[in-house]
């Protein structure tokens, strides 16, 4: 049996998340901070879930010899959720949490749609790495500008709003609430945000983005986590940073700016488009 749980009743998958309580992704959602959906075994004891922080990742967590909750969720996927995320152009990035054992188990849950396999990297920042004035100019022609709404009136691209909506829904309060952000800007162009995608209380995740490749390698993303950072710190909050192997330029940005790298973890993926059983 697979239920989802109503918005107001999401903290009771809190007990399967043990040593996550500063996961600003999982909590975001669990807070009601950011769009998502849990999917679960039982709506008042769950001891298995599924967790969808949308437009960024899916957990697995609790119990992992689930046999009933396992045996029903491919088709649950299949049939109701891709449903859901393929008019976001949503992908299918699955992370296992709090036991290792489900990396044995993915196989056996996803018989008839296998799963591809990536790596994720880690980090933990350090504030006592972090130079704050460590001087970094942006180049001629380029500007670095917070993001408020004057800047969202002004962007006639809507990528600063898009980018905001993805991960906080439709209404732009609730970021301006609880989040922040910073864009470069080169005349009248959105060049790349730095926001906080997900935030749980004083739990911050970065989202960073260099839109054209032709802009990168200048600074301009550095410049943007460096702000970011900044801001994040006199609010008394903690920055986070998560992405893939393959993204090099963002390991070597989160190195810049105080984050240790820690150990690669493995994620299973697959676009929603891609995901169909026949």
Known sequence: MIDKLKKGNFKVVKPLLPGLANHPVINGV????????????????PETAFIWAKNEMFYLCGKVDNQEFNSKLEEYIASLIRVEALPEDDTLNLEIYSNHQWNGSIDSIFTRVPLLKGERVPFVFHKAW???????????????????????????????????????????????????????????????????????????????????????????????????????????????WTTESFRKDSIAIAKKVGFEQLDHYPVYYLPFDQFVIK
Not at 151 to 175: P, Q, R, Y
Not at 216 to 239: D, H, Q, V, Y
């Open 130 to 240: 972090f130079i704050p004035n460590d001087a970094l100019e942006i180049p001629e022609g380029y500007e670095l500008k917070i993001i408020n709404k004057d800047l969202i009136d002004w962007d006639e691209s809507h990528i600063v709003k898009n980018e905001i909506t993805k991960f906080w829904g439709e209404s732009l309060d609730a970021f301006f609430q609880k989040g922040f952000g910073y864009a470069v800007v080169q005349g009248s162009t959105i060049i790349g945000t730095c926001l906080s995608v997900f935030v749980s209380k004083n739990e911050y995740e970065i989202g960073i983005n260099t839109y054209d490749p032709s802009h990168r390698g200048k600074g301009l993303a550095t410049a943007m986590a460096r702000a970011f950072i900044k801001e994040c710190l006199s609010r008394s909050g903690n920055p986070h």
């Open 30 to 45: 669990i807070d009601g901070n950011n769009p998502g959906e849990i999917f679960v075994d039982n709506l008042n004891h």
